[in-house]
């Protein structure tokens, strides 16, 4: 059983910062891609940013140069430092992982965290 959990969404000013946290437990063998979406009511989840075992990263032109993700390895944990929010950052962000549990390989998603940019 693998699990994703996500942490540090809340409500921001526009201008501010956020940093979001998504750890993996359980059964990892190894993890591959990983990835940050984020999703507001009445729309498709979209690709926020993407970040591969070997450190390649990919963003959304909407977050290129404001947002970064990175990944700690040993601690099966990926990030999304969010600079410069804006309104339009709104919406409840997940985080998806590519696991190798040792079986197969599966995607996951956490729970969602909401993000609030608002004065």
């Known amino acids: 059983q693998v699990q994703l959990v996500e942490s540090g969404g809340g409500l921001v000013k526009p201008g501010g910062s956020l940093r979001l946290s998504c750890a993996a437990s359980g059964s990892i063998f190894s993890m591959n891609a990983m990835a940050w979406y984020r999703q507001t009511t009445g729309n498709e989840r979209e690709l926020v940013a993407s970040?591969?075992?070997?450190?390649?990263?990919t963003y959304a032109d909407s977050v290129k140069g404001r947002f970064t993700i990175s990944r700690d390895n040993a601690k099966n944990t990926v990030y999304l430092q969010m600079n410069s929010l804006n309104p339009e950052d709104t919406a409840v962000y997940y985080c998806?992982?590519?696991?190798?549990?040792?079986?197969?390989?599966?995607?996951?998603w956490g729970q969602g965290t909401q993000v609030t940019v608002s004065s």
């Open positions: 970040i591969i075992s070997g450190g390649t990263t």
């Open positions: 998806n992982a590519v696991i190798n549990n040792g079986r197969y390989i599966g995607a996951y």
